[in-house]
């Protein structure tokens, strides 16, 4: 279901250190979390939701991540600003 969320995104937001800024901001919806990331990639992320209160939901693969998000590498994070979402 989240690789079906990020893709039917308009705005999105790919890595971990534009997902901190933008939670930090208030202007994240959801955060996509790959469980095959290394967990000193992810863990800056999953402080910065739990102090904002926004859920957080995992999908297995980063190769597949990045691919529904448009890339042509991997993605640990994504981070949706989409108001639909909400």
Do not use: C, W
């Not at 996509?32 to 990331?37: H, L, N």
Request: aromatic share 4%.
């Amino acid at each position: 279901m989240s690789y079906e969320k990020v893709k039917q995104a308009d705005k999105t937001i790919i890595g971990t250190k534009q997902a901190v800024k933008a939670a930090r901001n208030g202007s994240l919806s959801e955060i996509i979390v790959a469980m095959d990331a290394e967990m000193h990639v992810i863990a800056p992320v999953l402080e910065a939701a739990k102090q904002h209160g926004i859920p957080v939901s995992y999908v297995p693969s980063k190769q597949m991540l990045g691919k529904v998000a448009g890339l042509r590498v991997n993605a640990s994070v994504v981070a949706i600003t989409d108001s639909r979402f909400l």
